[in-house]
Nanobody
Framework: QVQLVESGGGLVQAGGSLRLSCAASGRTFSSYAMGWFRQAPGKEREFVAAISWSGGNTYYADSVKGRFTISRDNAKNTVYLQMNSLNPEDTAIYHC?????????????????????WGQGTQVTVSS
């Protein structure tokens, strides 16, 4: 069992930045590929970014590429999402998720169905 707790959300003006954190507890964090997803009101859940357990592979949605950066610190059991140049379309609840990847150090998941554990989410609101 892995528990995930997100933090770092809030209200920011367009063009601003936020850094989300996702703290994990429970089973070995370093064996899990991690991802960030978001869901805006009235919209479906959307993939944002993913990172392999080694940190050696990352993947981004086209809508955030070049603005967001996913990273992880396995010693701190934490994954981060640095979000720059935010715009109102980034407003959503952001969730982190963990998926088992075993020994595949570069494995990332884009499909939410590949993730086993989910956090409760943190609200990000970008004002225009």
């Amino acid at each position: 069992q892995v528990q995930l707790v997100e933090s770092g959300g809030g209200l920011v003006q367009a063009g601003g930045s936020l850094r989300l954190s996702c703290a994990a507890s429970g089973r070995t964090f370093s064996s899990y590929a991690m991802g960030w997803f978001r869901q805006a009101p009235g919209k479906e859940r959307e993939f944002v970014a993913a990172i392999s357990w080694s940190g050696g592979n990352t993947y981004y949605a086209d809508s955030v590429k070049g603005r967001f950066t996913i990273s992880r610190d396995n010693a701190k059991n934490t994954v981060y999402l640095q979000m720059n140049s935010l715009n109102p379309e980034d407003t959503a609840i952001y969730h982190c998720a963990a998926g088992e990847s075993g020994s595949r150090r570069y494995k990332v998941y884009l499909d939410p169905n590949d993730y086993i554990y989910w956090g409760q989410g943190t609200q990000v609101t970008v004002s225009s």
